[in-house]
């Protein structure tokens, strides 16, 4: 397999020389939005594949950016829906690849495929554009100078109240002490590392640290508290007749009701992102370069985060959204937050004392 994996990467290196002999790069149609490789001429001696197929999870695709993609293009693009991430992850491993040209993952699942050689090497020639992305999403800890994926949009994890529960401070130490005040009232996911996470920084230690006493303090933490936290696998909306407040991502209060406001912890927390990447033996390499390379376009990731509610990571589109969008946190996190989001980075024998620790005390 990886005498074919090199053959492909060779392949895209002489599409690029092709490209550069031919005086053509990236170009923007006259009717559309949509930046696509070279002009007709180009496209007449096939340099962009005809075809391109997709997998993203549920509704995760506006219809109007495969639209514009298509139009100026004349790829014909097929999507194909996962249920979630692992969903994806477990098909490729199982086989999927050679019919995937490019895949919209989390964070996390996009350092395992690269751990485990699934995804190609970006030629990052194809796509223009990098150096709009913002900071730290221009740099990941899993995928560092963006050599396999190119990042979508994000959400901050945090948490949802209503505006009439009394917390003491905007910060993980005030949600807990919420659910101590008001047993049964707060929600949190059955997700180990998310949980602990929370906790662990609500101690003043770090989201991701390794640290045995850090994790042991957590560990007792987690049982005092738990008598108080509702524990389930999706925690319940928010509302008076919901949740007080519940641990979530937030783009689930995108747009929340006057009742409901959601909260970025000031002393930190970790925003999730999702970034497409192109699976080892992509049948339509090409086209799927030019699809990452349209995704961080300034009009495209305006389009994508005014239909998808999740912020785009690339930096001049803020002032080009409407306020509603910028000024809400669960899509946008507020300024004095952004110096503490951090990515969720556990080694394995972190996220193993997390699971550990999480079996003890959820069940």
């Known amino acids: 397999m990886a005498p074919m994996a090199t053959s492909r990467r060779e392949f895209l290196l002489s599409t690029t020389a092709f490209l550069a002999a031919a005086g053509c790069g990236f170009g ?45 293009t004349g790829v014909q693009v097929r999507v194909q829906r996962v249920g979630t991430d692992e969903d994806l992850l477990l098909g490729i491993g199982a086989g999927a690849t050679g019919s995937l040209d490019a895949v919209l993952v989390g964070d996390q699942v996009l350092t395992q495929l690269i751990d485990r050689e699934l995804v190609e090497p970006l030629d ?29 949009d994000l959400t901050p994890v945090g948490f949802a109240a209503l505006t009439t529960a009394p917390i003491r401070q905007d910060s993980w130490r ?16 059955d997700d180990a590392a998310t949980v602990i996470g929370a906790v662990l920084v609500s101690l003043g230690h770090q989201w991701n640290t390794d640290d045995g006493g850090d994790l042991d303090e957590a560990a007792a ?23 007080m407040a519940a641990l979530s991502e937030g783009s689930r209060y995108r747009s929340a009701p006057p009742q409901v406001r ?19 033996l992509a049948p339509h390499p090409v086209s799927a370069h030019a699809w990452l390379a349209n995704a961080i376009r300034p009009a495209t990731a ?18 080009q959204l409407p306020a509603s969008i910028v000024d809400d946190p669960a899509v946008y996190p507020p300024s004095d937050a952004i110096p503490n989001l951090i ?3 556990l080694s394995a024998d972190g996220l193993a004392r997390r699971e550990e620790i999480w079996a003890q005390v959820a069940s």
């Open 124 to 152: 990052r020639s194809l796509i223009p554009g990098r150096d709009g992305i913002a900071p730290p999403y221009d740099d990941p800890p899993g995928d560092g100078g963006l050599r396999h994926g190119i990042p979508q």
């Open 262 to 280: 959601f909260v970025v912890p000031i002393e930190g927390t970790i925003v999730r992102v999702r970034s497409w990447c192109i699976p080892i």
């Open 343 to 345: 990515y969720q980075d």
């Open 28 to 72: 923007t149609s006259s009717n559309s939005d949509v930046e696509n490789i070279g002009g007709p001429g180009v496209r007449g001696k096939q340099v962009l594949e005809g075809e391109l197929s997709l997998a993203v999870p549920g509704s995760a695709l506006p219809r109007r950016i495969v639209s514009d993609f298509r139009d100026t």
């Open 174 to 189: 005030g949600f807990f002490r919420l659910a101590e005040e008001y047993p049964g009232r707060v929600d949190v996911p």
């Open 221 to 243: 933490e987690l049982r005092r508290l738990r008598p108080a936290l509702i524990v389930r696998s999706s925690p319940r909306t928010v509302a008076a007749s919901g949740a």
């Open 302 to 319: 305006r389009a994508w985060t005014v239909a998808v509610g999740r912020a785009t990571p690339v930096e001049s589109v803020t002032t």
